[in-house]
């Protein structure tokens, strides 16, 4: 079954500085690869995905993620984070071969910038 | 992008009472999915919700508990049944569009007294 690592449970950054959430995933086939936020008292936004192609995938708000497959990582990026990505972030894969199109969700990253 | 539409967004529950929540997507998905998301955690999933039958349920979710209904491509109600405090959380509807992207719901926050 596919499942999802997010190591951290807070990220702190000062705002400016670069962002990094990490995420690593396991499947049995080829993934493909998510990243969502967690707005206060809202459902999850999506904010970038991996299909197929380009390793480096860009997403909403000047976020990107990296894809790889040898490290079976998915991290994702920001080069200058502001105060308002704030968040909850979390990261989830699915088969594309197996897993019925179920996604698996990692635990999340609270992401807190720093003023 | 789909919008998904759910409702209601919180309630505050007796013990023993049932909760119906409802999921109206604004277009086309090609799947739809019910979460469930406890204080502090990540989401799992309770059930894949199958057009004109019965749920697929993930392991530990049962249909006496959480039945699930998806009468057509764009509606499904998720059930929470004789509720217990251990029910409280946020409960996410969602639906896969045709870009493989899944969209969510706002959530229905349950408080069970």
């Known amino acids: 079954a596919q499942s999802v690592a997010q190591p951290e449970d807070q990220v702190n950054v000062a705002e400016g500085n670069p962002l990094t959430v990490k995420c690593t995933y396991s499947v049995s086939g080829n993934p493909y690869l998510f990243w969502y936020v967690q707005y206060p008292n809202r459902g999850l936004q999506f904010l970038l995905k991996?299909?197929?192609?380009?390793?480096l995938v860009k997403g909403s708000y000047g976020f990107e993620a990296e894809f790889n497959k040898s490290q079976t990582s998915f991290h994702l990026k920001k080069p200058s984070a502001l105060v308002s990505d704030s968040d909850l972030y979390f990261c989830?894969?699915?088969?594309?071969?197996?897993?019925?199109?179920?996604?698996?969700f990692g635990k999340g990253n609270q992401v807190v910038v720093i003023p | 992008s789909a919008v998904i539409s759910q409702k209601p967004s919180r309630d505050i529950c007796q013990r023993g009472t049932s909760l119906t929540i409802q999921c109206q997507v604004d277009?086309?998905?090609?799947?739809m999915f019910w979460y469930r998301q406890q204080p502090g955690q990540s989401l799992t999933l309770i059930a894949t919700?199958?057009?004109?039958?019965?749920?697929?349920?993930e392991s530990g979710f049962v249909i006496d508990k959480f039945p699930i209904s998806r009468p057509n491509l764009t509606f499904s109600t998720l059930t929470v049944s004789n509720m217990s405090p251990e029910d409280s959380s946020i409960y996410l509807c969602?639906?896969?569009?045709?870009?493989?992207?899944?969209?969510f719901g706002s959530g229905t926050q349950l408080s069970v007294l």
């Open positions: 989830a894969v699915r088969d594309k071969e197996n897993g019925n199109n179920r996604l698996a």
């Open positions: 969602s639906g896969l569009g045709l870009n493989e992207k899944l969209f």
């Open positions: 277009s086309q998905v090609t799947m």
């Open positions: 919700a199958n057009q004109g039958s019965e749920a697929t349920y």
């Open positions: 991996y299909i197929t192609g380009d390793n």
